[in-house]
């Protein structure tokens, strides 16, 4: 699908000094699928936050990587509502 492709990029570029300033230096967010759901008429992005800094404050991943996620969302998207679900990925 390509709006999972445009939301990458959007991510990777436009908003990734936001990503950088709010979750720390080397993070970054990996969209892994992006579904219409038919009988709730919107779609579901699944996707990962990737972080180093194991000092980040729970709330703000919590609120934060959906919020970017919506903000990329509102350029790529056709105005339907979006449900997002997220992971986060500490390396060790």
């Known amino acids: 699908m390509q ?3 445009y939301l990458q990029k959007i991510l990777d570029t436009a908003l990734k000094n ?3 300033n709010m979750f720390g230096e080397n993070s970054y967010i990996t969209i892994t699928n992006l579904i219409y759901v038919k009988s709730k008429d919107n779609y579901m ?3 990962i936050l990737h972080i180093d800094d194991l000092e980040t404050d ?6 934060g990587a959906p919020l970017i996620i919506k903000q990329a ?3 790529v998207g ?3 509502p979006i449900m997002v679900n997220f992971s986060v990925d500490i390396p060790e």
Request: charged fraction near 50%; charge should be positive; proline fraction near 0%.
């Open 45 to 47: 992005i699944n996707a």
């Open 18 to 20: 936001r990503i950088t």
């Open 3 to 5: 709006r999972k492709k």
């Open 73 to 75: 969302w509102t350029v």
């Open 58 to 63: 729970l709330e703000l991943i919590r609120d």
């Open 78 to 80: 056709d105005k339907k």
